[in-house]
Antibody, heavy 121, light 107 residues
Framework: QLKLQESGPGLVKPSGTLSLICTVSGGSLSNSPDYWGWMRQPPGKGLEWIGSIYNAANTYYNATLKNRISISADTSKNQFFLEMISVTAADTAVYFC?????????????WGQGTLVSVSS | EIVLTQSPATLSLSPGDTATLSCRASQNVKTYIAWYQQKVGQAPRLLISDASNRATGVPARFSGSGSGTDFTLTISSLQPEDFAVYYCQQRSSWPIFTFGPGTKVDV
């Protein structure tokens, strides 16, 4: 069974960099046509797509965040990463890593449990 | 950007009732809508893809319909475990997509 696990600091200072790792087990980042991505959910609010990576190289970003984020992957470790710079309190959220089935007619079929990242001094 | 609107924001029902949730897109998304269920403290779970296809393991009481700009998620005979927040997601612009604001189904 595929499992995704987020890891990283739970507290980041304003103007700092948020860095998260998603470790995938029971599956491979290289599996086509899967896409791997990051979502976030501010406390008490809805879901926001951050971005996705395909084939460890092709990236797609939310237009409102693209100037501050970078998603990359290491297939040898079966991990993918999120880096977000210049964070503010508005970036406080639960961050989920996900697997997308890879087509418009499908959906996000696997989610990590989520990790809360707070931005505070 | 395609904007999704969900209504109502909150739906207050009882076990055994039928829930009808609406998702409206700001432009034609064909049938490229997915629905997710999120319980408190949990990650979302995929229920429906391509507007009407139930995901693996999803009970038959969950059904989806619609095309174009108007979509509906129907939950027949609500069970206690169905009280949750439901989100629609448009995948017309996949791999870039957006979510609706959610509908909370509570008692």
């Amino acid at each position: 069974q595929l499992k995704l696990q987020e890891s990283g600091p739970g507290l980041v200072k304003p103007s700092g960099t948020l860095s998260l790792i998603c470790t995938v087990s029971g599956g491979s980042l290289s599996n086509s046509p899967d896409y791997w991505g990051w979502m976030r959910q501010p406390p008490g609010k809805g879901l926001e797509w951050i971005g996705s990576i395909y084939n460890a190289a092709n990236t797609y970003y939310n237009a409102t965040l693209k100037n501050r984020i970078s998603i990359s992957a290491d297939t040898s470790k079966n991990q993918f990463f999120l880096e977000m710079i210049s964070v503010t309190a508005a970036d406080t959220a639960v961050y989920f890593c996900v697997k997308d089935e890879g087509m418009a007619v499908t959906g996000i079929d696997f989610w990590g449990q989520g990790t809360l990242v707070s931005v505070s001094s | 950007e395609i904007v999704l609107t969900q209504s109502p924001a909150t739906l207050s029902l009882s076990p055994g009732d039928t829930a009808t949730l609406s998702c409206r897109a700001s432009q034609n998304v064909k049938t490229y809508i997915a629905w997710y269920q999120q319980k408190v403290g949990q990650a979302p779970r995929l229920l429906i893809s391509d507007a009407s296809n139930r995901a693996t393991g999803v009970p038959a009481r969950f059904s989806g319909s619609g095309s174009g700009t108007d979509f509906t998620l129907t939950i027949s005979s609500l069970q206690p475990e169905d009280f949750a927040v439901y989100y629609c997601q448009q995948r017309s612009s996949w791999p870039i997509f957006t979510f609706g604001p959610g509908t909370k189904v509570d008692v």
